[in-house]
């Protein structure tokens, strides 16, 4: 395990977790705004964009824009966490590999050890 393929998932995990809040976000504001009292409420929806395809008077049953985006920063969170967990068999084998390191010195340095020479 090479300290650069270390350095690249560090640098893939902090990807997937910033993929991973950047999903939170939308889902967040949609529940918030489904929480408050409904003054508070339309202020909250109305950060999230019309999309002019979900037209109450063309589908029967129109859910608010924010469901959609709610839906897709669910999908966002799941990709940044299977990004993270993608991360982990290298975190794992590092971890062994500095373990292993640790466990050599304790029982190849001992104080009374006598080295073996050629005298």
Same mark, same amino acid.
């Given at each position: 395990?090479?300290?650069?393929?270390?350095?690249?998932?560090?640098?893939?995990?902090?990807? #997937?977790?910033?993929?991973?809040?950047?999903?939170?976000?939308? +889902?967040?504001? &949609?529940? *918030?705004?489904?929480? /408050?009292?409904?003054?508070?409420?339309? =202020? @909250? *929806? !109305?950060? &999230?964009?019309?999309?002019?395809?979900?037209?109450?008077?063309?589908?029967?049953?129109?859910?608010?824009? #924010?469901? =959609? &985006?709610?839906?897709?920063?669910?999908? /966002? @969170?799941?990709? !940044?966490?299977?990004? +993270?967990?993608?991360?982990?068999? +290298? &975190?794992?084998?590092?971890?062994?590999?500095?373990?292993?390191?640790?466990?050599? /010195?304790?029982?190849?340095?001992?104080?009374?050890?006598?080295?073996?020479?050629?005298?």
């Amino acid at each position: 395990m090479s300290p650069w393929s270390t350095r690249k998932a560090i640098a893939a995990e902090v990807f #997937g977790i910033v993929v991973l809040l950047a999903g939170f976000l939308p +889902v967040v504001i &949609f529940a *918030l705004g489904m929480l /408050v009292p409904s003054a508070e409420a339309s =202020a @909250m *929806l !109305g950060l &999230f964009p019309d999309i002019p395809w979900l037209d109450a008077r063309k589908v029967r049953w129109a859910p608010h824009a #924010g469901v =959609a &985006f709610a839906l897709a920063g669910l999908i /966002v @969170m799941l990709l !940044g966490a299977a990004i +993270v967990r993608r991360q982990r068999p +290298v &975190f794992d084998a590092a971890r062994a590999r500095r373990l292993d390191a640790q466990r050599r /010195v304790r029982q190849y340095e001992p104080a009374n050890r006598i080295e073996p020479t050629l005298n």
